[in-house]
């Protein structure tokens, strides 16, 4: 019998009470309805690339780039289009589907618009889908990203309601909502997800999760990330998270949003390989392919491949599935079960 079920009416005690679940109970479950969408040995990859790094105003107690912490990072203005392209290529090379693009901002500032738009349209005529996080967005922003052909924008709600101003005071919630509803609007892909390990409770949690699933479409990505503790940053010292707390995390994303892409995101340079195949068990089925994550360690490439052949794993190839149609996918996912089967710009914005 099919457990597939896609809902926007998960109440809290109904998701703690998934995290609460025996491993095994839980692990099978995730792992079950994982499977009526997936492919259970695939794995999208996506590259991610600083665009423009430090000097950002926001408090963000985890981030390294933020101007109020003294972690060392060196600030850089705005990326030169060919490093963009030559990244770019290096990560489709490499087996990366998608290139996102990151940039250390409050929000994006009119005159880099249209830089921004045409690194867009340069790096989706290699053949790629193309992602950028940018900090807030308007509703105009949005709809201009997405009429130069972004396909994904990112924009994380990093924890529960009840503990976000524990993590950052200089935006509100609601402002990162606001924007998830301007990328949604705009016919842009919404990729959101969170931190966990930030000194957040297990019901903390479970509100994120809460918080996801009950948007109006699922983000069709969701990327679950582990604090990476950066010495400066007023977390560098918080205790490290239960590693079986994170695979329950990846799980109960999974059963709340079966049709959303998990993906196992920052952190997985301090994972075991045991811990990261829990995860691709209990449903996380994307990956940041790579040395570095905006600022941040990831494993290298060739270690990441050689996971994948112990695991008998391959990256995805092809075109990405979506949320455009729940009801078409449903019905795949039925019909599966049936089978058993070097010009530089200066932003001057630092």
Known sequence: MSQLQVRHDWKREEIEA?????????LFKAHSIHREVYDPNEVQISRLLSI???ACPEDCKYCPQSARYDTGLEKERLLAMETVLTEARSAKAAGASRFCMGAAWRNPKEKDMPYLKQMVQEVKAL??????????LSAEQADELAGAGLDYYNHNLDTSPEYYGDVI???????????????????????????????????????LLQQLAN???????????????????????????????FVRT?????ILMPLSRVRLSAGRENMSDELQAMCFFAGANSIFYGCKLLTTPNPEESDDMGLFRRLGLRPE????????????????AAAHQDKSTAQFYDAAAL
């Open 18 to 26: 998934l995290f609460a679940l025996p491993m095994n109970d839980l």
């Open 52 to 54: 423009k790094t430090g």
């Open 127 to 136: 053949g790629m889908e193309t992602c950028m996080t940018l900090g807030m």
């Open 169 to 207: 005071t200089t935006r509100t919630y609601q402002n990162r909502l606001d924007t998830l509803t301007h990328v949604r609007a705009s016919g842009m892909k919404v990729c959101s997800g969170g931190i966990v390990g930030m000194g957040e409770t297990a019901t903390d949690r479970a509100g």
């Open 215 to 245: 948007l109006p479409q699922h983000p069709d990505s969701v990327p679950i990330n582990m604090l990476v503790k950066v010495a400066g940053t007023p977390f560098e010292k918080l205790d490290d998270l239960d590693p079986l707390e």
């Open 250 to 254: 990846i799980a109960v994303a999974r």
């Open 317 to 332: 190839q092809g075109a990405v599935a979506t949320l455009d149609d729940e009801q078409a996918v449903l019905a795949k």
